[in-house]
């Protein structure tokens, strides 16, 4: 069982930046793959970014160039570096996980086993 936990999220205006961490316990972080996933007020869970085991990553179009997914694997830790936030970044994050996820899965949600409880961004002037 993987536990995930997010934090790093709050109030910032347009054009700041905010950098996400998600903390993963109860399994061997190295074979997982992470996602990070967002549900904005009024819309469906959405893609965001993700990345492998082996440090392949992949973006959602509107974030290419912007956010950034990373992972630590000495500290259990996966982050999501978002710069140039804007109005519609406006959501609640949520990190998940799953073992061996390959490339072509990342964006799927359903293909990942664990979730956390999330974390909420709100970008506004």
């Known amino acids: 069982q993987v536990q995930l936990v997010e934090s790093g999220g709050g109030f910032v205006q347009p054009g700041d930046s905010l950098r996400l961490s998600c903390a993963a316990s109860?399994?061997?972080?190295?074979?997982?793959?992470f996602g990070w996933f967002r549900q904005g007020p009024g819309k469906e869970r959405e893609f965001v970014a993700g990345?492998?085991?082996?440090?392949?990553?992949r973006y959602a179009d509107s974030v290419k160039g912007r956010f950034t997914i990373s992972r630590d694997n000495a500290k259990n830790t996966v982050y999501l570096q978002m710069n140039s936030l804007k109005p519609e970044d406006t959501a609640a994050y949520y990190c998940?996980?799953?073992?061996?996820?390959?490339?072509?899965?990342?964006?799927?949600?359903?293909?990942?086993?664990?979730w956390g409880q999330g974390t909420h961004v709100t970008v506004s002037s």
């Open positions: 998940a996980a799953d073992q061996g996820i390959i490339y072509s899965s990342l964006s799927s949600d359903t293909q990942y086993d664990y």
């Open positions: 109860g399994g061997i972080f190295s074979r997982y793959g």
């Open positions: 990345i492998t085991w082996s440090r392949s990553t």
